[in-house]
């Protein structure tokens, strides 16, 4: 009950955004682009010590990654911490270069 009281309060601190990606309907990237996307952000992966763990109650970092179509419009929708977001764009700038990336206004219902 200690670790999970900790980490209630630890992840009620964490501040998180919802970034719409956009990505050119004739982009010539193959589906491998995505997957070096998701191998890029294995950078945000951090080891736990046992004074993290136990003590302040950290927990790894939590990504969504959603693709939406709705009426024939795709994009990808990533629900993060905000101290995540220039990884995320980082890695998907350096796949797909003429992607636009938005903050979005709406939060999931659930985002946790």
Partial sequence: MWVQSRQIKF???IRY????IDVPRMNEQTPQ????VFGQLAGAYSGLDQIEKYWVGKTQAVFSFELVSIG???????????KYRDLIEAAVYS???DAEIVES???PTRCR
Avoid: I, K
């Fill in 11 to 13: 992840n009620q601190g």
């Fill in 72 to 82: 024939g419009y795709v994009q990808f929708l990533v629900h993060t911490p905000t």
């Fill in 105 to 107: 206004t709406t939060t």
């Fill in 17 to 20: 955004v919802l970034l719409a």
């Fill in 95 to 97: 796949q797909y270069p």
């Fill in 33 to 36: 682009a995505v997957e070096q």
